[in-house]
């Protein structure tokens, strides 16, 4: 038998009609299709409240964070990835017009897709770079040692200023994982430096990406007249610097 909470308004109707027709109870119920129990609680809601409808029926609370509310957050999420909820929510409560609570922008960022996930570890070599520094070092496996003598070598690394004490996370949607704000790093400064066997070159602070653009605009400077002082410099566009002459065979960056 039909549960109140089952029924429909049009038989809800049926039920407050038959009982102040004077329909026992029992007639009623079968009439409908319910229980009896269904009969008399639906009547008492109608006398009591002079209303039928069920409040299990259409019950839902409104969403506090709507459409508009949503795109706000998405960019305050991609706008920095590591912030917690507490953070977005204070970020997000700094509108005028908005107040929600923690748990609200918790569930909001769930329905959204966006979960607090690690990051990211991405390869300090790539597949492509391994066999480009393999193609190099077979080229190079018979040079005598007078030839490694009038090389320079030189390379950048990356020194944290700030370690995180502790698991960072960062908030990302699914295939978004790879992006450069969802990846593991940190503060930090760029150092770049050269050696040859006949002297120990400067260590630049580099600002940029270390690219061959970089090299062109100075940070090869520091190499002349250091390290070997009659290179004759040769720096094609868009290629690491090369030196031509009797005392130089090249630069090589980049040694492991």
């Known amino acids: 038998m039909g549960k109140a909470a089952d029924l429909s ?57 709507k459409e508009k509310g949503r795109r706000r957050l998405s960019r305050l999420v991609k706008q920095n990835r590591r912030q917690t909820e507490t953070q977005l929510t204070a970020q997000y409560n700094a509108c005028p017009s908005a107040s929600v609570s923690e748990h609200t922008v918790q569930r909001r960022l769930l329905d959204m897709g966006v979960c ?22 077979r080229e190079h496996r018979d040079w005598t040692m007078d030839e490694w003598k009038r090389v320079a070598w030189s390379d950048e690394s990356r020194f944290l200023i700030h370690l995180v004490d502790g698991r960072v996370r960062v908030r990302h949607l699914s295939g978004e994982q790879l992006f450069l704000s969802c990846t593991a790093d940190g503060g930090g400064i760029m150092l770049w430096g050269t050696f040859s066997w006949a002297a120990l070159g400067h260590v630049v602070v580099v600002k940029q990406t270390m690219q061959a653009a970089n090299y062109h605009c100075g940070s090869v400077a520091p190499l002349h007249g250091v390290c070997l002082p009659n290179w004759k410099w040769s720096l094609p566009a868009g290629q690491r610097p090369k030196s031509q002459g009797s005392d130089c065979v090249g630069v090589v960056r980049g040694a492991y």
Request: charged share 25%; glycine share 6%; hydrophobic share 35%.
């Open 116 to 137: 607090s996930r690690r990051p990211t570890r991405v390869p300090l070599l790539t597949e492509c770079h391994r066999q480009l520094r393999l193609k190099w070092a």
């Open 9 to 65: 308004e049009f038989d809800r109707g049926q039920i407050v009609m038959a009982r102040r027709l004077g329909t026992i109870i029992t007639e009623t119920a079968r009439l409908v299709g319910c229980s009896r129990s269904a009969v008399v609680s639906i009547h008492a809601k109608w006398i009591n409240d002079g209303d039928t409808s069920s409040r299990h029926q259409g019950v839902c609370r409104p969403l506090v964070i």
